[in-house]
Each structure stands twice: as C-alpha cells, then as structure tokens.
C-alpha cells in the first residue's frame, strides 16, 4: 500500500477516535430501588420504588430532577386534589458533600384511600462549587397531608442514580468540595452565583488607588507640619 495513503488512513482513525472521546457522555444515570421505611400517623410501613435522578444544565448550575415508578406509603382516607405536598432530600457525593433538597407540585388528581402514593417529580437547583465528578443518591422523602407529616428514609444504603461531569460557574479548581447543596429546591452552595468571590473591577481599582493617595498626602502634610514646627524651634 502507498506510504501516504496509509499515514492518511492512520490520522483519519486517529481523529475519529479522538471524535468518539469528545463525544463520550458527561453524566451516568441509572434507575435504582429504594427500600423506604416510612414513618407515618397511623404506623411504620416500608414500600420499595424505583427512583431516576436527572440533570440538565440550567444557567450556572443543573437542574436535579428526582422521579419515582411507583407508589409509596398510603393514607386511609382519601387525599383530594392538591392535598398531598411531597419533597426530599438527594445525597451529594465525589466531588462534593452535604445534600440537595428537591421539592414539586401537589398530587393533581385525588388519591383514593389505601392506595400507594405517587409522587410527583421533584427538582431543584444544584450549583457546583468545583469542577469534577458528582453522584447524587436518593435521600429522604417526606410528605405532607392533611396536617400529617410522613418521613421515608431510604433502608438500603441504595447506590448513586446519577453521575455528573460538573463545571463551578466560576471555573474553580477541581477536587472534593465540602460545602452543602441544602435549601429550598436549590443548593445552600449559592450565594454569590457559582460560589464566586465579589469581582473587582476599574472602579474598585480607582477607589483603592484614591484612598492609598489620601493616605500618602496626609502623611506628607503632616511631616511637613512637623518639620516647620520643629524649625521654628531651633530659631527661638
């Protein structure tokens, strides 16, 4: 075979393969069961559903939406339309710690008595504070109605349902982060958008400028008073 063609075939492989690389996937989601152990008004109940966890980019941060196959808990009673209020919690880990707490929509039809919960998809707002690796694992569920608090907290230790290549807003440095992602459907890792110091700028420049001049200029004043004092001293 001809030398060139060969070197040509080598460099078109070549940059396919580096084409498949760029194009391999930045996150790893999978669906996971989690064995909640519910602590409700009339008992302890446990039920098992198989949860997703997503992400999109949104703006500086991703938005984390968390989704159950199935039902979970009951009540005795009817729940009527709009009377059950879900949220919960999603465990950060890798490159950051603490939790990120989701919330959504109340239940948008009436739930008949003894029938398993279906929760509607909950999301909120996760801002990274570092560039790297984060995995978010299905936390505690918790669910109001009718003036009742139900607390489900996952009994088997389940595995991370997403995996997340993330980017700090700010580009800060990669590593394992130590802040929270708690708060209202968003992380507590907020602040200052993607954990950024206050930026300086010209005006900020100037200003500092200004008051180290003002400094100097008091100083020269007061050693020129000094010196015509000290002056007229010697002259007496």
Avoid: H
Wanted: proline share 8%.
């Amino acid at each position: 075979m001809d030398p060139k063609r060969t070197a040509a075939l080598a460099s078109a492989a070549a940059l396919a393969g580096s084409v498949v690389l760029l194009a391999a996937p930045a996150a790893r989601a999978e669906v996971v069961d989690v064995n909640y152990q519910c602590k409700t008004p009339i008992g302890d109940k446990s039920a098992v559903s198989p949860i997703g966890i997503k992400g999109v980019r949104s703006g500086g941060g991703y938005k984390i939406t968390m989704s159950w196959q199935k039902g979970v808990s009951s009540s005795p009673v009817e729940l009527g339309k709009g009377a059950m209020n879900p949220s919960a919690t999603i465990r950060l880990g890798g490159a950051d710690s603490g939790t990120l707490a989701v919330s959504g929509p109340a239940n948008p039809a009436a739930i008949p008595a003894n029938t398993p919960i279906k929760i509607s998809d909950l999301s909120g707002t996760y801002t990274p504070k570092k560039t790297g690796k984060v995995t978010f694992t299905p936390g505690v569920l918790t669910i109001k109605a009718l003036g009742t608090t139900t607390t489900c907290s996952p009994g088997n230790n389940p595995k991370p349902a997403l995996a997340l290549d993330v980017t700090a807003a700010s580009g800060g440095s990669s590593g394992s982060g130590s802040g929270s992602g708690s708060g209202s459907g968003s992380s507590s890792q907020s602040g200052t958008p993607g954990g950024q110091l206050p930026q300086t700028g010209p005006g900020d420049s100037a200003l500092a400028l200004g008051t180290l001049g003002g400094t100097v200029l008091l100083a020269g004043a007061a050693g020129a008073l000094w010196l015509t004092r000290r002056n007229q001293a010697v002259r007496r």
